[in-house]
């Protein structure tokens, strides 16, 4: 319980200070407006990760991918092989 009202004075205070700093933000310096998660410890940042594929990551540390034979990208099909179930033992 005493974590839950931190959380929401946190919550407050930081509404109070975005709104602060946004009153004196200089819009030529900084174009992005401030918000509350930009004062509350307590907001998690998730970071977005990025899909890329193998020939950019390659192209961007400058050499060049050259994909096996054996591969699935080397084939104009992509192979998805199917696992088969165990089959049944009896402990008679």
């Given at each position: 319980?005493?974590?839950?009202?931190?959380?929401?004075?946190?919550?407050?205070?930081?509404?109070?200070?975005?709104?602060?700093?946004?009153?004196?933000?200089?819009?030529?310096?900084?174009?992005?407006?401030?918000k509350p998660d930009d004062?509350?410890?307590?907001?998690?940042?998730?970071?977005?990760?990025?899909?890329?594929?193998?020939?950019?990551?390659?192209?961007?540390?400058?050499?060049?991918?050259?994909?096996?034979?054996?591969?699935?990208?080397?084939?104009s099909h992509f192979p998805c092989?199917?696992?088969?179930?165990?089959?049944?033992?009896?402990?008679?």
């Amino acid at each position: 319980m005493a974590e839950a009202k931190r959380q929401h004075d946190w919550h407050i205070a930081s509404s109070v200070m975005a709104l602060t700093a946004e009153i004196n933000r200089d819009r030529r310096r900084r174009r992005k407006p401030y918000k509350p998660d930009d004062f509350n410890p307590y907001t998690a940042t998730k970071s977005v990760p990025v899909k890329v594929s193998v020939e950019q990551v390659a192209s961007l540390l400058g050499t060049r991918y050259f994909p096996s034979s054996n591969s699935p990208l080397a084939s104009s099909h992509f192979p998805c092989p199917k696992s088969e179930p165990e089959p049944h033992m009896s402990n008679c």
